[in-house]
């Protein structure tokens, strides 16, 4: 006799959702919603109770945190789950996690929970582990089944990211590990508590297998504390409406939603087939030696994307061609494609009160086995293949940008490219004290995009956490003491620039104060030097890429207590080593990730991201636009010249008659510097011939090569013999 | 009325009206209603106390000349805000964080909707408080300290010395761009304000040299806490409105002085107190319109001996819920209003998008139906000027409101249009009955009020059963028993002055100051008693400062030392965590281990009755993160008037008649009744419906309404 309903195992409930769809292209076949049809003024009303309970179960919970990524950046839900494991209702915060949760119970069933360890009320589950269904190590689920006269009817459910996961650099984003052995502490599901209350041991395993014990274990205590509560809510609920009411409308809940959904995008797109391609670059080479050869290399990574918009308002999204699975942190399975790409669905068309996974059930997906986001060796390492994964994001943000462009939906637009920064971050003070800690305010706040009618706003939005939030750096220095705050700007000029320019970057400095004996940093930077995802659109101009400084052996210190100022920002702390007012023994620039880098008092700590990408040509741009951001220093009047066109006379203001002169001039230029598209083809397909690249881009066509539809689409281009091979 | 009798006087404007409670030494009460002159609030000002007036037979110069106390919240603040209409604002600010104000920690969403926040293509931020060309950073760095405690710096801690000569440059630059007020902010500033002085210092230098006016605001004077966006917002939101603000209160106050009266005008500041329009931080009024009804819920929860009050305010487009928790108001810290987040002490008021101009959204493919965000506001619904049903559309044809007596008959409202409306937009898409369909909305909408309410319940561990709900607003007795039926409360009152009820809250505030500053106190278990009592010495010495610096003000004031009297408290949270929790202690100064247990007492107290006990963390140790003290003087209050109580039976002039309305599923008879009609000692049985000009109460047969001796009506289940 199983848990479920009419006494089904887990296991069967489980399957039974997948075939039901299968066979009827419905949620669990509901081919009719009676429930929504009867009274669509109580079914509104049971399925508000249901997303009320979450959010007051995040309200009560959220405040016991000690991590300021749960508190202020929102990487913090709260989820009611039916049996079946699709998130019915979620609190406000990260809401992408949910679509984690089918895969994380279908694992749970698969491994015969139900029988061992068992699956009784008031047991406490947990699990990071992206084997099983959570993104990477740093999102943690906890989850409570709900039991209803012995009946399991669903799962309360916690999630976090934590601020390190105890791999082999600090933090949570981790850019270098070689395997699932060298990500951190990596949980398959297990269980860790029993009569609603977690097992002692457990914080023994926060406390011994990571860096931040204090933040974990309280975090682990927020989520336990708030799937309690919500518990105890469900079950209310379900005494109000009725036992049958509640299994059938959590089921209507999904089936309705997710006709919502393909209605907007029957409505709003062009249906189609769009194509999109992103590249990322990894680079090991030298940093691991022989302790690991097979990760002693640097990638080029493929990663193309075709979204099908299927005029039934269905999505499907192909990534044949994707680079292979390796030996790095990249790798990640295909919850984790789900759950992150989601964010570029919520502002596109899944924008609803009610969060839940039935965008599951109108999105396909071709993820090829053997590629980095379908890894085949079970030790994949995954510590931040998420971080890959987000340039996938922007597939929806920006194709279905132009889907909506083209039947005239302006407004609904929202050109997105990747460009964020997050740290990690560990040492001993002084007197021998270790601590850890680490910060996304670069992640969690950014610029929008140009739309083709008005400029991005900066600091404005952020894709992984919809109520973007840079949080306060009187929180962060309190808790990393060693990393002084002497800038946080929008840097100008930096933007991806249009006849609407995108919404200017964040330049933040840091000086290091007193670190003690020893402190590493280790940077996740997501433009990786290509901005190849920031595309611009229409003629605009791609975003800026990442910038991450470390300035080593600074005169810092001497300046100060001279009483100097001191620089704000990477263009100030270039311009001033170039004039000699600053002094650096060393200078260590990436455009993106970097390595675990150890850091001295006095030394800065120099990042910047979060522009974004243009729209339209840059010599259309209106003058008054280019004058307002003269007035404001958003952007410089030699940049106003030489990318926009636009001379100005002494007083700030444009000289339309010099700018018309100049303007026509750089259009002649540019039919001067282009080159007839045949020529053009026949010089890049002798380098074709010649297999004339750089390493890196050699081994990627090699590697991209594998697939079918890539060497079709590549020999079709270029025109090579039938026995060209890579 | 008597030769010696004397007159409180209390307004509240809101966006639409001015409502005035005027109050007798006796008790006799008589209310006003006014447009709101945004333009010149004195006009509406007199013209609400005029209409008060009048129905006693008076003069507002007659009223004028004998009152003890005249208190006005008005809107010229938000107004300030919404038409942009501030100071030209300079700012110094630590060099590296002049983009601060714009950046605004990409706070864009604040007052959205769940729906609108995932949209994000609707995020904006707030305008610009302060331009960029006037702003000017200065090299310095104040060192906040470190939860590693003694293993790095300490806070306030000079890392980087102030380069003053950038201050010098910065101030006249600003002056030569023609800045009317200066804000100077230092990161860290709440540690240690000596760089924020400083540059105050250098600024008044510099403007008198300029032979200007010009004043300064420092950060750490507005709010020596932590969160740097936060209190920027406070001190920007500060110099960009006060001194307009006061300029418009003082004219009012002219005109009130011109009629006799002879004291100081009074406002109300965001955290309930009383303060006269010359307080210097007026910029805590900001957020103070709907503190009115709360503090009105204070003075009866108080009046009532009922220290737990849930206090619901319904209108046409305000629904806010307030509550009162052993006869204290919560406190949130860092409130929202506008679009801005800023930080300073405000009772904490929810406000949900349900009020009776809300919208009603039926989507006929799925089957979906929304209420709000948007309201439409005075044009009320389709029965008056709106072409989308609201709620109060509903309200109409299903019964409960009385056509010909809509805002005492003043209104002609037309019900065939909303209930075609009704069926067009509603009920025939969604395929329904209109009538049913049209109660089953009134559930949804009250079920989001109940889930609000419990979730502010439960989110702080208190139980509904232990509180009275008191209803007011123009809506709130229409729609309590709906209220009534899905949460539990010990009682539900509703007051007669119910459709004006903030502007006697307003009357009934108290007079006093509050102070809050950040400190940083550790206590854990393995601390020697002699430094645990060098903490609790520490913390005796900041609440003496907080101490002086009331006593100090109140004296400026027109106080005496001795009228002053002091209320104290702390925010403590385990050590690791970000959130802090607020409670007022018995001890305002720590002289033994047993008064430093008191206090932890207290922390604890307050937490366990919030959370599983599985989330205490005391292993950890505490820390103190802030404490408060509150410097309160005695002020007039008005007083409530008994009346000698009479039979059940109401008397027969105040039967109406009958009226059909549809209410669980069938159309019954209720019997109608003129609420000021209605004596102390009735009681009204269900079905029934109480009409006044300016609200409606109704009545299920499940239920019926008690009205005690001071009039007040109790709701209660048969």
């Known amino acids: ?726 | 009325m008597a030769e010696d009798t004397k007159y409180i006087v209390a307004e509240d404007a809101g966006g639409s009206m001015t409502d005035c409670f005027l109050v007798d030494t006796e008790g006799n009460f008589s209310t006003g209603k006014f447009m709101t002159n945004p333009e010149d609030e004195s006009i509406s000002y007199m013209g609400s106390l005029k209409d008060a007036a009048d129905r006693w037979g008076m003069t507002s110069e007659q009223i004028h000349q004998k009152a003890i106390s005249c208190t006005y919240t008005g809107t010229s603040m938000i107004n300030i805000l919404v038409t942009q209409g501030g100071a030209n604002v300079g700012l110094l600010i630590t060099r590296g964080f002049e983009h601060l104000p714009i950046i605004e920690r990409g706070l864009t969403w604040i007052g959205q909707t769940y729906e609108d926040i995932l949209h994000q293509q609707l995020h904006e931020h707030t305008p610009w408080l302060v331009q960029p060309k006037n702003i000017r950073g200065v090299s310095e760095r104040i060192g906040i300290g470190s939860y590693y405690m003694n293993s790095h710096s300490f806070p306030g801690t000079v890392i980087i010395p102030m380069v003053e000569a950038e201050a010098y440059q910065g101030i006249q630059e600003l002056l030569d761009n023609g800045v009317e007020i200066i804000a100077c902010m230092c990161l860290g500033s709440y540690t240690n304000p000596m760089h924020e002085n400083r540059m105050k210092e250098i600024a008044l230098e510099v403007i008198a040299k300029n032979g200007k006016e010009t004043p300064v605001v420092t950060s750490s004077e507005m709010c020596a806490v932590p969160n740097e966006t936060e209190r920027l917002k406070t001190l920007l939101v500060q110099c960009y409105i006060q001194e307009t603000a006061r300029k418009a209160l003082i004219h009012v106050e002219d005109s009130a002085k011109a009629e006799g009266y002879q004291r100081e005008l009074m406002t109300l500041l965001g955290y309930g107190a009383a303060a006269t329009v010359r307080y210097p931080k007026l910029a805590e009024a900001v957020a103070s319109g709907p503190t009115g009804g709360l503090l009105g819920g204070k003075f009866l929860s108080e009046f009532l001996k009922q220290p737990n009050m849930v206090c619901w305010d319904l209108g046409c487009t305000t629904c806010d819920i307030g509550l009162i928790a052993g006869g204290l108001m919560p406190v949130n810290k860092s409130p929202e209003f506008a679009g801005h987040k800023v930080r300073m002490p405000m009772i904490a008021i929810d406000c949900l998008g349900a009020g009776c101009s809300h919208v009603v959204h039926a989507d006929a493919a799925s089957g979906r139906i929304t209420i709000g965000p948007e309201s439409v506001r005075a044009d009320l619904g389709t029965m008056y000027t709106s072409d989308i049903v609201t709620i109060g559309d509903i309200d109409l044809t299903l019964g409960y409101v009385n056509p010909d007596y809509y805002l005492g008959g003043t209104i002609q409202i037309d019900t065939d249009r909303a209930k075609s409306e009704l069926n067009k937009q509603v009920a025939e898409p969604l395929g329904q009955d209109i009538y049913d369909v049209s109660l089953k909305i009134l559930d949804l909408l009250h079920a989001k009020v109940a889930d609000h309410m419990n979730g502010i319940l439960l989110s702080k561990g208190l139980n509904p059963a232990e509180f009275t709900l008191l209803v007011y607003g123009a809506a709130g007795p229409l729609h309590l028993w709906g209220l009534d039926r899905t949460i539990n409360f010990a009682e539900v009152i509703v007051v007669p002055w119910a459709a004006v009820f903030s502007s006697f809250g307003v009357a009934a505030a108290e007079y006093f100051h509050r102070y809050d500053q950040a400190v940083t106190f550790f206590l854990t278990s393995d601390m020697p008693d002699e430094i645990r009592l060098m903490m609790g010495g520490g913390l005796s010495q900041a609440w003496a400062g907080l101490e002086e610096r009331g006593y100090q003000e109140l004296e400026a004031e027109g106080f005496s030392r001795d009228q002053v009297s002091f209320r104290h408290g702390i925010s403590c949270r385990y050590i690791g965590q970000l959130s802090n929790w607020e409670v007022p202690v018995e001890v305002g100064r720590v002289e033994s281990i047993d008064d430093l247990n008191k206090i932890i007492g207290a922390f604890e107290t307050n937490y366990t009755n919030i959370y599983p006990s599985g989330a205490r963390f005391p292993e950890a140790g505490y820390q103190i993160t802030e404490i408060y003290v509150e410097a309160a003087v005695d002020k007039p209050k008005p007083i409530i008037q008994s009346y000698p109580l009479q039979g059940k039976e109401p008397p027969k002039e105040a039967y109406k008649g009958d009226r059909k309305a549809y209410l669980d599923g069938e159309w019954m008879t209720f019997k109608t009744y003129e609420q000021d009609l209605l004596e102390a000692g009735n009681r009204i049985d269900g079905p029934a419906i109480i009409e006044h000009t300016q609200t409606t109460t109704l009545i299920p047969p499940q239920n019926y309404v008690e009205v005690d001796e001071y009039k007040f009506m109790h709701y209660r289940r048969k």
């Open chain 1, 1 to 726: 006799m199983g848990i479920c309903y009419q006494g089904k195992t887990l296991k069967e409930t489980v399957d039974e959702r997948e075939q039901l769809f299968a066979k009827t292209g419905h949620a669990y076949g509901l081919e009719k919603l009676d429930l929504v049809e009867e009274d669509p003024a109580t079914f509104m009303k049971f399925q508000m109770r249901l997303v009320a309970a979450c959010i007051n179960a995040r309200e009560t919970a959220k405040l016991i945190s000690a991590n300021p990524m749960s508190m202020v950046q929102g990487e913090l839900l709260f989820m009611l789950a039916n049996p079946e494991g699709d998130v019915i209702s979620a609190s406000y915060g990260l809401a992408g996690h949910i679509q984690c949760m089918p895969f994380i119970i279908k694992s749970i069933a698969d491994l015969g929970f139900e029988e061992d360890p068992e699956i009784n009320e008031g047991d406490i589950f947990h699990c990071n582990d992206p084997m099983y269904g959570p993104p990477h190590n740093a999102d943690n689920y906890t989850w409570l089944p709900i039991y209803y006269d012995e009946e399991l009817v669903g799962w309360t459910v916690g999630l976090n990211h934590i601020v390190d996961v105890g791999g082999i650099q600090p933090g949570g984003l981790g850019t270098i590990s070689t395997s699932v052995f060298t990500d951190g502490f990596t949980v398959p599901p297990t269980k860790t508590g029993a009569n609603f209350k977690q097992h002692k041991w457990w914080d023994l395993h926060w406390k011994r297998r990571t860096r931040t014990e204090m933040f974990n274990v309280l975090d682990d205590k927020m989520r336990s504390a708030g799937i309690v509560v919500l518990h105890d809510r469900i079950k209310e609920i379900i005494d109000e409406f009725g036992i049958d009411y509640y299994r059938r409308g959590l089921r209507e809940i999904i089936e309705r939603e997710r006709r919502v959904l393909v209605n907007r995008i029957k409505s709003l797109a062009v249906p189609g087939k769009y194509n999109y391609l992103h590249f990322d670059w990894v680079g090991y080479k030298g940093n691991l030696g022989r302790l690991w050869p097979a990760s002693n290399r640097n990638w080029m990574l493929h990663k193309p994307a075709e979204l099908n918009i299927r005029t039934d308002g269905t999505l499907l999204t192909d990534l044949e061609g994707l680079a292979s699975e390796g030996e790095f942190h990249c790798n990640a399975y295909e919850p984790a494609v789900r759950m992150l790409t989601s964010l570029g669905m919520w502002p596109m068309f899944a924008y609803t009160e009610t969060i839940n996974s039935s965008l599951l059930y109108m999105t396909d997906w071709n993820i090829p086995p053997g590629s980095m986001f379908n890894p085949q060796n079970p030790w994949a390492g995954t510590v931040m293949g998420l971080g890959l994964v987000a340039g996938y994001i922007f597939i929806f943000t920006n194709t279905l940008s132009y889907a909506y462009f083209a039947r005239g939906y302006l407004e609904e637009t929202f050109p997105q490219d990747a460009s964020g920064i997050g740290y990690g971050i560990s040492g001993v003070l002084g007197d021998g004290l270790q601590w850890a800690g680490g910060d996304m305010g670069l992640l969690t706040c950014v610029a929008e995009g140009a739309t083709p009618y008005h400029d991005g706003f900066p600091a404005a939005v952020c894709s992984p956490n919809p109520a973007s939030d840079m949080g306060e750096l009187e929180v962060t220095e309190f808790l990393m003491p060693t990393q002084v705050n002497i800038g946080r700007k929008l840097i100008q000029d930096y933007c991806g620039h249009g006849k609407f320019r995108g919404g200017q970057g964040i330049g933040v400095l840091q000086m290091v104060n007193q670190p003690g004996q020893f402190l590493q940093i280790a940077t996740f930077g997501d433009t990786h030097g290509l901005g190849a995802c920031a595309t611009g659109r229409s003629g605009g101009y791609p975003t800026s890429n990442n910038v991450v400084m470390y300035v080593h052996g600074t005169n810092m210190r001497a300046l100060l207590a001279e009483g100097k100022p001191y620089p704000t920002d990477f263009v100030e702390v270039q311009e001033w080593i170039k004039e000699g007012t600053l002094t650096a023994e060393s200078v260590e620039i990436y455009n993106g990730s970097t390595p675990t880098v150890q850091m001295q008092d006095g030394d800065l700590y120099v990042t910047c991201a979060g522009s974004r990408g243009g729209w339209g040509d840059v010599l259309e741009r209106r003058f008054d636009l280019i004058e307002e951001d003269l007035e404001y220093g958003w952007i410089s009047p030699e940049c106003a010249k030489t990318v926009y066109g636009a001379v100005t006379n002494g007083n700030g203001k444009i000289d339309t008659k010099a700018s018309d002169a100049l303007r026509e001039q750089m259009r002649n230029r540019r039919k001067e510097r282009s080159v007839d598209a045949k020529e053009w083809w026949k010089q890049e397909r002798q380098v074709v011939l010649d297999k004339n690249w750089h390493e890196d881009a050699r081994n990627m066509f090699a590697d991209a090569s594998k697939y079918e539809k890539f060497r079709k689409q590549f020999h079709g281009m270029w025109q090579v013999p039938e026995d060209y091979t890579l």
